[in-house]
Antibody
C-alpha cells in the first residue's frame, strides 16, 4: 500500500524558514517523480513544484510564486522528500501535500498528473 | 500564464446528472485530469487523460473533451459525491495548473 506522510508543518513568522518532510513507502521511491501541492485555507489547489527521479536527471521545477524561495530535494536512501521554504510570506499559509507525479508522453507531448497524495501538513505564516 | 476556468458551484438533486466544465486554451493540446476533494481530506484522482477512469472509481464518473472545454459528468449523483472538484493540466513547459475548483452540492 502506498503511503505518503508529511511532517514539519507549524507556525513561523514572516521571513522565516521551515523544512517539510514526506516519508514514502509502498512503492519504489527512487523511480518516482514527486511534487508538492498546497492549498490555502478555504482556497483551491496550487502546484508548488516537482523533483524528477535521478534516472531522469533529478532536476526541479517550481511555480512562479515560490521560485527562488523554496527548494525541493530528495533522499532516496531514506525514501524521503523535502521542501525547504525560506523567506516565508503570509500568503504561503496553506496545507502542503506531498504527491507522486505520473509523467507520460502522448504524441510527443509530456503529460503530468498526480495519483497518490499524503494527508498534508499545515504551515501557518503569521507574526 | 496558463489558466483553467471552472464554475464555482454546481447543484443537483440525488439521481440526476451533474456536469462540471473546465476551460483552457491549451486543452486541445493537453489532456485534463480531475480530482475530487471532500472536506478535510486529500484530493483523489477520478479521471485522467480527459476520460479514463482509475481503478476503484465508480462508473458514474466520466469525462469528455471538446475543443477548449473538458467536462466531468457524474451520472446518478449520490449524496457521497458532494465535494469540491478540480481540473488540472500543464503548459508546454511542464508547469502544472489547477482550475479554481467547483463545489458540487447534492440537494
Amino acid at each position: 500500500e502506498v503511503q505518503l506522510v508529511e511532517s514539519g508543518g507549524g507556525l513561523v513568522k514572516p521571513g522565516g524558514s521551515l523544512r517539510l518532510s514526506c516519508a514514502a513507502s509502498g512503492f519504489t521511491f527512487s523511480n518516482a517523480w514527486m511534487s508538492w501541492v498546497r492549498q490555502a485555507p478555504g482556497k483551491g489547489l496550487e502546484w508548488v513544484g516537482r523533483i524528477k527521479s535521478k534516472t531522469d536527471g533529478g532536476t526541479t521545477d517550481y511555480a512562479a510564486p515560490v521560485k527562488g524561495r523554496f527548494t525541493i530535494s530528495r533522499d532516496d536512501s531514506k525514501n524521503t522528500l523535502y521542501l525547504q521554504m525560506n523567506s516565508l510570506k503570509t500568503e504561503d499559509t496553506a496545507v502542503y501535500y506531498c504527491t507522486t507525479e505520473i509523467v507520460v508522453v502522448v504524441a510527443a507531448t509530456p503529460e503530468y498528473y498526480f495519483d497518490y497524495w499524503g494527508q498534508g501538513t499545515l504551515v501557518t505564516v503569521s507574526s | 500564464s496558463y489558466e483553467l476556468t471552472q464554475p464555482p458551484s454546481v447543484s443537483v438533486s440525488p439521481g440526476q446528472t451533474a456536469r462540471i466544465t473546465c476551460s483552457g486554451d491549451a486543452l486541445p493540446k493537453q489532456y485534463a485530469y480531475w480530482y475530487q476533494q471532500k472536506p478535510g481530506q486529500a484530493p483523489v484522482l477520478v479521471i485522467y487523460k480527459d476520460s479514463e477512469r482509475p481503478s476503484g472509481i465508480p462508473e458514474r464518473f466520466s469525462g469528455s473533451s471538446s475543443g477548449t472545454t473538458v467536462t466531468l459528468t457524474i451520472s446518478g449523483v449520490q449524496a457521497e459525491d458532494e465535494a469540491d472538484y478540480y481540473c488540472q493540466s500543464a503548459d508546454s513547459s511542464g508547469i502544472v495548473v489547477f482550475g479554481g475548483g467547483t463545489k458540487l452540492t447534492v440537494l
